[in-house]
């Protein structure tokens, strides 16, 4: 059969999707699980999407929380929050629209910034990181940082697509 191959290939992705997924952990619709090693963004996002996510989106302060509350707060990690692409405009890699003010929409969207954050130090912090707790501060929270960098990449796989629906993974 000419489709042995290709059913063989596809049992192969779709065990290593499963091992790795599996590390993960559900919450309201997504799979949330670190990248094992430190990685700059761009390795983080593309390892990211290999799995059929990206680097997290959070939406608001209790998403947050239950984050910081699985995964910890004394490390930081890579979200998929990135000006990159448009100095000073905040995307996310999952193609939500956000601001660090307000949304093309004119709705107030959640960020987390740091006290002067994102400042684009150096003219080269394009990329988002959460938990850095600045000099005097105890509350950990949002800050730029250079591509150079590397950090764990926090992943998140959404179960449902975003207009709903019946399509479900299993």
């Known amino acids: 059969d000419d489709n042995q191959g290709t059913w063989e290939w596809q049992g192969i992705i779709e065990k290593e999707l499963s091992l790795n997924?599996?590390?993960g952990i559900v919450h309201n619709g997504s799979v949330y699980l670190l990248?094992?090693?430190m990685m700059q963004w761009q390795d983080a996002q593309a390892y990211a999407e290999s799995l059929g996510g990206n680097l997290v989106t959070i939406n608001d302060a209790a998403e947050e929380q239950w984050i910081q509350s699985t995964f910890g707060r004394n490390e930081m990690f890579w979200l998929g929050l990135s000006d990159a692409q448009t100095?000073?405009?905040w995307t996310w890699a999952s193609g939500e629209v956000s601001n660090y003010i307000v949304s093309e929409t004119n709705e107030e969207v959640y960020t987390n910034w740091s006290p002067g954050q994102p400042d684009d130090y150096s003219g080269s912090q394009d990329y988002a990181a959460m938990n850095y707790v600045m000099s005097g501060e105890k509350l950990?929270?949002?800050?730029?940082?250079?591509?150079?960098?590397?950090?764990?990449g926090l992943i998140e796989i959404k179960?449902?697509?975003e207009e709903g629906g019946d399509d479900q993974l299993e």
Do not use: M, Q, Y
Not at 140 to 152: G, H, K, P, T, V
């Open 159 to 161: 179960l449902t697509p």
């Open 21 to 23: 997924i599996d590390e």
């Open 140 to 152: 950990a929270r949002w800050d730029d940082r250079n591509s150079d960098d590397s950090l764990r």
């Open 35 to 37: 990248t094992d090693n």
């Open 87 to 89: 100095e000073g405009t």
